[in-house]
């Protein structure tokens, strides 16, 4: 079963959710593996502390141009819809950080003298933490294009009975990326004014994908109804409250797990996939 633990803001408790929901799987006997998607700023590894077992270099294939054949007609200018190619002065300028790695210009050079190579985007770092298998995708600081790394961490985490993948926040490709295929959502807000409005957005998204999903409010002692009061009007599920509570707050602040402060909170994760089973299944 894949599940993808996705926000509409940022601060949620998104980790925190998909790191405590792996570990408790994993401890109940379930083969886990989790996989850390928010691969501008991937952190599931600071409260799992994982044993890196290997890394892999994430490329894309970046076209070059071989002069000897080239005639600068501006083809594969004219083809590119993002503009990563310009014919100036009988030269073809690439522009690496603007390429999709689509191939088009290849393909549509009459002179057949677009090749490519491949230029290196990210990583990929797999390992092993309380014994779940865990995988991490990172895109190189400068990089503008997270997907194509996305894509890639998904691929090569694919083996296990659960895949858990911690989404990045928000609403946008990276995040479309990452819940794509997936056969649930679990979204984590907040009761607040940004929670809602940004939850509103997720929902729209995953509601357009046709994905099923249900809702973790956390902190939910704190700040107003709104967020319960939209569930029950959309008929959205209410899967988990948790509380605004100082030990999960601790537990947070050294890196740690909320099991390892709050372990009555084990069963609680266990009640929660057990639900997300018998929705998916409807």
């Not at 892999?56 to 007609?73: M, N, S």
């Not at 770092?125 to 894509?151: C, F, M, N, Y």
């Not at 890196?255 to 996939?273: A, F, N, Q, T, V």
Request: charged share 20%; aromatic share 4%; with cysteine.
């Amino acid at each position: 079963m894949r599940i993808a633990v996705a926000s509409g803001k940022g601060g949620t408790g998104k980790t925190t959710i998909a790191t405590n929901l792996a570990v408790a799987l994993a401890e109940d006997g379930h083969s886990v593996k989790l996989v850390d998607c928010d691969v501008e700023e991937p952190n599931a590894q600071v409260f799992l502390r994982p044993h890196i077992e290997s890394s892999i270099r994430v490329e894309v294939l970046l076209p070059q141009v071989d002069y000897d054949k080239c005639t600068a007609c501006g083809e594969c200018a004219s083809v590119c819809r993002f503009h990563a190619i310009a014919v100036i002065a009988n030269q073809v300028l690439i522009f690496p950080e603007l390429c999709h790695s689509c191939g088009g210009c290849i393909l549509l050079c009459p002179e057949r003298a677009m090749t490519h190579t491949f230029r290196p985007i990210g990583d990929i770092d797999s390992g092993r933490s309380h014994g779940l298998a865990w995988v991490e995708g990172r895109l190189t600081v400068g990089e503008a294009q997270a997907p194509p790394v996305i894509k890639a961490v998904k691929k090569a985490a694919s083996d296990a009975d659960i895949i858990l993948y911690d989404a990045p926040p928000g609403t946008s490709c990276p995040v479309v990326e990452t819940v794509k295929g997936c056969d649930y959502c679990i979204l984590v807000t907040e009761p607040t004014p940004f929670g809602l409005n940004d939850l509103t957005l997720a929902v729209g998204m995953l509601r357009k994908m046709n994905i099923p999903f249900g809702v973790v409010i956390n902190r939910s002692d704190i700040g107003d109804s709104a967020v319960e009061e939209y569930c029950g009007r959309e008929m959205i599920h209410i899967l988990a409250r948790i509380p605004h509570d100082r030990n999960i707050i601790t537990a947070y602040s050294e890196g740690d797990l909320m099991l390892s402060h709050r372990p009555e909170y084990r069963d609680r994760m266990l009640r929660l996939y057990d639900s997300i089973r018998r929705q998916a299944a409807a």
